[in-house]
């Protein structure tokens, strides 16, 4: 196989002009800077969502970068063919070991540094926010996205492979999640949000849900912003606002709220 393209995502720097800008322009790689490469049979599919907003403004300011490898170069045969029945009988398809194993050692080969290799897949650990914290942390990371009945469980063997879930539910592919996984993970890189206090604020940062949040007008449809936020008392707001958090993550979350209580006693 000597046509194996793929497509690199991120820039320097974003300038003003007239003319929308391409996401999906080939770029070199920016050395230092935290990557997500994709292996997929849907690479267009992406940047999608993470195009937008300040995920795809921090895109183009090169703050991270997003490489997409489309798995049909790794098909076999004149139709490049990527799957084939199960064994021992049954119904979809599953990708093949073969071609799945081209493509993460393709994919792979240029990666240097604490870089892991995960499958999105509803029987993997799920998503939470320590483990978008660990990422962030990591140089870099690739996703397989898979479709059909699965991937060949050999490859998830022999590479090491983490399985990662978004939810207990099967979706068709693995690229939503893939993009859900990338976005909360993306957003904790220092400068994408622009404010940092945004990051460590929010749910879950904490081990509570976030409080309720308000802004103008003072008062709609009768329900006015409560007093103590307009009270200019920051000491009290603080506290009003963990009293809060508490109460939504006892009522809303019994087991987050459990964790919690423990590691605070």
């Excluded at 996401?23 to 990557?35: C, E, F, R």
């Excluded at 990591?138 to 990662?164: A, I, K, N, S």
Aim: charged share 25%; glycine share 10%; hydrophobic share 35%.
């Amino acid at each position: 196989m000597t046509d194996k393209p793929s497509k690199s995502h991120g820039r320097n720097a974003i300038r003003p002009t007239l003319k929308p800008r391409e996401l999906m322009t080939p770029t070199p790689d920016l050395y230092g800077v935290w990557k997500a490469k994709i292996i997929t049979l849907f690479p267009s599919a992406f940047p999608g969502v993470l195009g937008e907003s300040l995920t795809g403004k921090a895109l183009q300011e090169g703050l991270w970068q997003l490489e997409t490898v489309d798995l049909r170069q790794f098909g076999i045969g004149k139709h490049r063919n990527v799957d084939d029945t199960p064994a021992g009988g049954g119904a979809g398809m599953v990708l093949r070991a073969d071609v799945l194993g081209e493509a993460i050692e393709h994919t792979m080969a240029s990666v240097q540094g604490n870089w892991p290799l995960i499958y999105l897949s509803p029987r993997g650990r799920q998503m939470d926010q320590s483990m978008m914290q660990s990422l962030a942390r990591c140089d870099g990371m690739t996703l397989l996205c898979g479709r059909f009945e699965g991937v060949d469980e050999r490859v998830l063997e022999h590479y090491g492979v983490q399985e990662v879930s978004l939810g207990d539910f099967v979706m068709t592919g693995g690229e939503i999640a893939a993009q859900a996984l990338i976005d909360a993970t993306v957003r904790l890189i220092p400068g994408v949000l622009g404010n940092q206090a945004s990051a460590e604020e929010e749910s879950f940062s904490s081990g509570l849900l976030e409080h309720p949040q308000y802004t103008r007008p003072a008062e709609w449809k009768g329900r006015p912003i409560p007093d103590i936020l307009m009270s200019g008392h920051h000491g009290r707001i603080a506290k009003w606002r963990h009293d809060v958090s508490e109460q939504i993550t006892r009522e809303r979350r019994p087991d987050l709220w459990e964790i919690y209580r423990k590691e605070r006693d």
